[in-house]
């Protein structure tokens, strides 16, 4: 009897220790983010259930929550599209000014914003000027891709740069065009134009981090934006969703992702027939190595 006391008290010293961590680390996280805590609570606030997972502020009207809801499902639909199937099931938090969305987002700027946890919640939080189909598609692009590889892995394995990337082929406010090598052309003017011809330009290596893509001005912030944009549309042309879909299933073994995704491409470009103008991203980094 004496010898399972010994471990059977280290087990109880140990769930204590556990049960005492818990009841730290996680205040200590809503410290940290508190846009957490706020929309972990969104229930018991006055912003009204209208749909599944959706919360309206009370100062959207009936005619405005109807027609969100609409604008939502078309969102949905270019999600699965893309994405070969929705998975993720985000809280959608509709902001009616710009105090609430403040609160939920804890941000001044943007017109929507995507949250993900540790233990798997998301939520997609909407100014009054993102209640459209784009900006809804964008953030939902995001937590897609946290639902398919994970906090931990998104965090810290994905950079910054395709995350976004990948958000902005679902986003038609800056290039319109739903043909893959289309878009890839759209964004090479757009990218020309921002950088003044390729003269002032953004390495993929720069806008790696969170902190890397937004830290700047507004130039910055739309710059980082259409290289993002360029560099992954590039991609797609070649390796399509297919290419996608291994890429992830890559990633989540344990894979590195640098490497995966060239070898994606590699592998796709080896029997593909497109032919397209080379990515100046690309030129930039042979550039380099030449040096």
Not at 12 to 35: D, M, N, R, S
Not at 193 to 216: H, M, P, R
Not at 233 to 247: A, E, R
Not at 248 to 261: A, H, I, P, Q
Request: glycine share 8%.
């Amino acid at each position: 009897m004496k010898t399972n006391s010994l471990p059977d008290s280290r087990l109880a010293a140990l769930g204590k220790f556990l049960l005492v961590g818990l009841f730290l680390v996680i205040p200590g996280y809503f410290f940290l983010y508190p846009q957490i805590f706020h929309c972990e609570i969104i229930g018991f606030s006055d912003f009204e259930k209208i749909r599944e997972n959706t919360y309206a502020s009370p100062d959207l009207d009936i005619g405005q929550r109807s027609h969100i809801i609409k604008v939502i499902k078309k969102a949905e639909a270019r999600i699965g599209s893309f994405w070969l199937g929705k998975q993720a099931t985000p809280k959608l938090i509709l902001c009616g000014n710009q105090r609430e969305y403040e609160k939920y987002c804890q941000s001044t700027e943007g017109a929507g914003c995507s949250l993900g946890t540790p233990w798997g919640q998301s939520y997609v939080v909407l100014n009054i000027q993102g209640l459209n189909v784009d900006v809804i598609s964008h953030e939902m692009s995001h937590v897609e891709l946290l639902k398919r590889l994970g906090w931990w892995k998104t965090t810290m394995d994905i950079p910054q740069w395709f995350n976004e990337g990948t958000a902005l082929m679902l986003d038609r406010r800056f290039v319109n065009n739903p043909d893959s090598i289309g878009r890839y052309l759209e964004y090479m003017d757009e990218w020309l134009y921002q950088t003044g011809g390729g003269q002032n330009i953004l390495e993929l290596k720069d806008i790696e981090s969170v902190k890397g893509f937004f830290a700047g001005n507004s130039k910055h912030v739309m710059l980082a934006y259409m290289t993002s944009g360029l560099e992954v549309s590039y991609w797609l042309s070649f390796v399509g969703k297919n290419g996608m879909q291994q890429l992830l299933s890559k990633v989540r073994n344990g894979d590195d992702f640098t490497e995966s995704y060239l070898q994606i491409e590699k592998k796709s470009r080896s029997t593909s027939k497109i032919k397209l103008p080379e990515n100046p991203l690309r030129i930039q980094e042979l550039d380099k190595k030449d040096e």
